[in-house]
T-cell receptor, first 112, second 116 residues
Framework: SQQGEEDPQALSIQEGENATMNCSYKTSINNLQWYRQNSGRGLVHLILIRSNEREKHSGRLRVTLDTSKKSSSLLITASRAADTASYFCATFLSAGSYQLTFGKGTKLSVIP | DTGVSQNPRHKITKRGQNVTFRCDPISEHNRLYWYRQTLGQGPEFLTYFQNEAQLEKSRLLSDRFSAERPKGSFSTLEIQRTEQGDSAMYLC??????????????FGPGTRLTVL
């Protein structure tokens, strides 16, 4: 079963706009990770946020985590056509498990 | 390129045949993972190894599936008596396990299996 659920399922924006994707998960976590997948580069790790962190930045990416609501968001600022991809959040199944579970993903299309 | 490599990239087989996939992880990585991904879904965990020991297996991994990592380096995933429902992308990932946490997984390009 999949632990995380991304929202929306699909998102289409113009180049230069910001894109926000949300993820909800079910169980307690030590960390939450975001991955990107496109046909050219496969599945790539973007950022990891630990359960004791509320916000983390990496370049044009900003991730927030609200453990009380079991939710996370990924913000991509000043989007580019190259950001077109599917974005997945992922968490470990349970404490002590290394089964990384992914949601169904958000398919982002950035229109030039 | 020293990333994770997988072979073959594509495999077409007839129902009932056996298939074997290979994964070569990043050389210094001690953990290796197998996932399966179908269209429109995220990857689903199958199993993982730390060195040569298989430590976790998903319930998805039926007895027709077997994975090995004999010398703690490359790994093979074999599917026996393939079924049409086995058609999917099979992804391999590796990581360097650290007790401090993190443990980012690096994914290979995948092997796309089509069972006719």
């Amino acid at each position: 079963s999949q632990q995380g659920e991304e929202d929306p399922q699909a998102l289409s924006i113009q180049e230069g706009e910001n894109a926000t994707m949300n993820c909800s998960y079910k169980t307690s976590i030590n960390n939450l990770q975001w991955y990107r997948q496109n046909s050219g580069r496969g599945l790539v790790h973007l950022i990891l946020i630990r359960s004791n962190e509320r916000e983390k930045h990496s370049g044009r990416l900003r991730v927030t985590l609200d453990t009380s609501k079991k939710s996370s968001s990924l913000l991509i600022t000043a989007s580019r056509a190259a950001d077109t991809a599917s974005y997945f959040c992922a968490t470990f199944l349970s404490a002590g498990s290394y089964q990384l579970t992914f949601g169904k993903g958000t398919k982002l299309s950035v229109i030039p | 390129d020293t990333g994770v490599s997988q072979n073959p990239r594509h495999k077409i087989t007839k129902r009932g045949q056996n298939v074997t996939f290979r994964c070569d992880p990043i050389s210094e990585h001690n953990r290796l993972y197998w996932y399966r991904q179908t269209l429109g879904q995220g990857p689903e965990f199958l199993t993982y190894f730390q060195n040569e020991a298989q430590l976790e297996k998903s319930r998805l991994l039926s007895d027709r599936f077997s994975a090995e990592r004999p010398k703690g380096s490359f790994s093979t995933l074999e599917i026996q008596r393939t079924e049409q429902g086995d058609s999917a992308m099979y992804l391999c990932a590796s990581s360097l396990h650290r007790t401090s946490g993190g443990n980012e997984q690096f994914f290979g390009p995948g092997t796309r299996l089509t069972v006719l």
